[in-house]
């Protein structure tokens, strides 16, 4: 979540800890936790909540949920694990450029 301007190289999930890697060869360390997934909704979702033609919109969904039930954690662990990591990965990736990709997608949405 980090590390902006670089882009993801790697993504290796343990039990406990989702680990990046950029292509500046800085990692960074990823609880599988509340704090993490609270972090990633305050980062990316409170100012651009879920939108119609949003990717990985169930993901998204339970990053909204978590701050209303923390069994939602459990859920959210489900999806970020080991023999998922592609799709991991491409969450991340498609995180990291959401808003630019929101903004083009609303402007169709919008009537003329």
């Avoid at 039990?15 to 305050?42: F, G, S, W």
């Avoid at 909540?49 to 919109?57: A, E, L, Y």
């Avoid at 491409?90 to 995180?95: A, E, G």
Wanted: glycine residues 0%; without cysteine.
């Amino acid at each position: 979540m980090e590390n902006l301007s670089n882009t993801i190289t790697d993504i290796v999930i343990d039990n406990d800890n989702i680990v990046i890697t950029y292509d500046n060869a800085v990692t960074e360390t990823l609880p599988r936790a509340y704090e993490t997934y609270k972090a990633m909704y305050d980062m990316w979702m409170v100012n651009e909540p879920v939108f119609i033609s949003d990717k990985f919109k169930p993901t998204l969904n339970l990053l909204i949920l978590i701050n209303s039930d923390i069994k939602y954690v459990d859920k959210l662990n489900v999806f970020f694990v080991e023999n998922n990591v592609e799709n991991v990965k491409k969450f991340f990736i498609y995180m990291r450029g959401r808003k630019e990709y929101l903004a083009k997608e609303k402007l169709k949405w919008t009537s003329k």
